[in-house]
């Protein structure tokens, strides 16, 4: 009994977010026209937030999200929304309801939630003005806003 | 067996416990159940017994990790069954049920406690209830483990004297997988263990009695003291490929008085708009057990057997049950406090056919039927389900 | 049988750190349906289980909490 919980113990500790190592590149459609690429953004502060529209708290959080990128925009800080709808058209009604200005992404082939291994929605990754992914957050819980903006005011001061 | 399950059990939350206690630091997040309140009207009627009242449920969160839950159920019960037209009068009795319960997550682990208090004329129930809920698998699996035990007070409205007294035991396992995209399983274990004063009081049963005309009597019932049954059930949900789901379940039952059962349900849910406006519900449910060992429906004589019974609900039967139902939920420009609102009303017709209890009420306008060859009794049931339920 | 399910059940959760989700999080659109839970209201459910349990001699085994997508 005791090595098993040994052997969770390890498995459990082992899951935490990483620390610092270069986010992954991407190129995708996005809403405001034109392909986005995350390499082109060096020297932003960029807050991925994976997001569907059949997901509760993801549509909980789209507004304060709203509220962080037009308040840290000027200080090179920006939110992409990368939706993983299977259907473009799913995400861009919920959009009619929910309207917000930062960019949507479509990763309809889940290309890229595989590629930062997405294992909760919404999980939202920090990547720092070098294109490093610094924090993971999985989940949204009210409240959860005054971390983003912690991590947010870190990095855009860096 | 049961003692043996009873162990297993203890292990098996005991080592669920000490998961629970690892888990708490591992990574994403469960949430509380969703706060909501339901007002429901509900109604059974068939068999000349008419049983209905509210239930009204109130779920609200405290924070993200407490939830508290309280349900107020009565059951107004009015008319005269079959067992009460035969040998006494027509009767009205109330049941007045309470609960509570709360609810506490850390990370993927829920842990409930519930209590519950029935009170009825000649009837006092309460049952406390100790429940932990874990997900497994990044959330593909969910393990529930719940456990209860109630105590009860029994005695008689037409005997003061009369009192006595029942426990139960529940012990249940649950096991929720995702399979696919579009399927999901449950498997659920359940045994439960009763210990008491098991009869209803005023329940009798027949005999042969050459010394009277219609050429049978009544005697009291007399139930074992004890009972332990398991159960097991599997039940399926699929996304079909349009806008709609289907379930399926089956359940097998077994107990220590001899009565085995099997029921199976398919459940057929269609929204009709992409917003959830109208989602219609069809359903279909069959179910079949086979008697108690000391079930009978007339014994050669007075006292033929230890133990008797000739209660309708522990004699070879089969019931069938088909529902309908619909759920619309209200536009926003009529929401209360810009609440989701949502009115649902259920109906369920179910059709049950009795193959050893018999009519005994042919005798009423004094045919000569012999004692045993009356016709077997059938009746059918309405059950309705209206309520309102508001998303806080 | 709850014997049977105890080893089962200690397998699974063994394996359970080593197995990689097989729907992951981001592809539960279906399953995050409404439609999807076993019960979607509980008071009409178990105000139906209360009925069965009366009027039939079976009784346990009548579902955990619900289904649905876990995924939230």
Not at chain 2, 257 to 274: M, Q, S
Request: negative net charge; contains cysteine.
């Amino acid at each position: 009994m005791l090595r098993i919980v040994a052997v969770f113990a390890l498995l459990v500790f082992s899951t935490g977010a990483s620390a610092s190592e270069p986010s992954k590149d991407f190129t995708l459609a996005s809403n405001q026209g034109a392909n986005l690429r995350l390499a082109e953004q060096r020297g932003e502060v960029i807050m991925l937030n994976f997001w569907a529209s059949w997901c509760g708290p993801c549509r909980q959080e789209m507004p304060l999200l709203d509220q962080l990128h037009e308040r840290y925009s000027a200080a090179g800080f920006q939110v992409w929304g990368v939706n993983v709808d299977a259907h473009r058209s799913d995400a861009e009604k919920l959009l009619g309801k929910i309207p917000v200005d930062f960019p949507i992404l479509f990763d309809s082939t889940s290309e890229v939630s595989k590629m930062y291994g997405i294992d909760a929605m919404p999980s939202t990754v920090f990547i720092d003005r070098d294109g490093n992914v610094r924090h993971i957050h999985k989940g949204y819980r009210d409240g959860d806003e005054a971390a983003y903006k912690k991590i947010i005011k870190e990095l855009i001061r860096e | 067996m049961v003692v043996e399950a009873d162990v297993v059990v203890t292990k098996l939350l005991r080592y669920c416990l000490a998961l629970g206690l690892i888990f708490p630091i591992y990574a994403s997040a469960a949430v509380l159940p969703e706060e909501r309140a339901d007002n429901l009207y509900h109604a059974y009627s068939g068999g000349g017994v008419t049983i209905d009242g509210p239930s009204v449920l109130i779920r609200k969160n405290i924070g993200n990790n407490v939830s508290f839950s309280a349900n107020y159920y009565v059951d107004m019960i009015s008319g005269a069954s079959i067992d009460v037209e035969a040998t006494a009068s027509e009767y009205t009795e109330r049941r007045d049920q309470y609960s509570l319960g709360v609810d506490y997550l850390v990370d993927k682990t829920t842990i409930n406690f519930g209590y519950t208090n029935s009170s009825e004329s000649d009837y006092e129930a309460q049952t406390v209830g100790f429940g932990i809920s874990q997900g497994f698998f990044g959330d593909l699996s969910t393990i529930d483990l719940r456990v209860s035990y109630g105590s009860d007070e029994v005695f008689r409205n037409d005997d003061e004297y009369f009192s006595d007294e029942a426990q139960h035991r529940r012990y249940g396992v649950s096991w929720n997988q995702i399979l696919t995209q579009k399927l999901i399983a449950e498997l659920s274990v359940e045994t439960v263990t009763d210990e008491g004063y098991l009869n209803n009081p005023y329940r009798t049963v027949r005999f042969l009695d050459p010394t009277v005309s219609q050429g049978f009597s009544y005697q009291p019932e007399n139930y074992p003291r004890t009972r332990n049954s398991d159960a097991a059930a599997i039940r399926l949900k699929y996304r079909l490929p349009y806008r709609a789901s289907i379930k399926g379940e089956y359940r097998r039952y077994a107990d220590s008085w001899g009565i085995t059962a099997d029921n199976v349900e398919f459940r057929y849910t269609h929204p009709l708009e992409e917003q959830d406006e109208w989602i219609l519900e069809g359903k279909i449910r069959y179910y079949q057990q086979t008697s108690a060992d000391f079930y009978s429906d007339l014994f050669p004589y007075s006292n033929a057997t230890n133990f008797r019974a000739r209660d309708k609900e522990l004699s070879n039967y089969t019931t069938l049950a088909l529902g309908v139902g619909v759920s619309y939920e209200l536009p926003q420009r009529w929401s209360l406090l810009n609440r989701r609102n949502t009115i649902n009303l259920y109906w369920d017709h179910i059709l049950f056919d009795y193959e050893d209890f018999l009519d005994v009420t042919v005798h009423g306008d004094s045919t000569a039927i012999t004692p045993g060859s009356e016709p077997a009794y059938s009746f059918s049931a309405n059950v309705i389900r209206l309520f309102w339920t508001v998303r806080i | 049988m709850l014997r049977y399910l105890l080893p089962l059940l200690a397998v699974s959760l063994f394996s359970g750190c080593t197995v990689t989700p097989w729907v992951a999080p981001y592809e539960r659109q279906y399953l995050a349906d409404p439609i999807m839970g076993f019960e979607r209201d509980p008071v009409a459910a178990s105000y139906m289980n209360h009925v069965y349990e009366a009027r039939e001699a079976a009784r346990g085994a009548e579902g955990g909490s619900g289904g649905g997508c876990g995924c939230n």
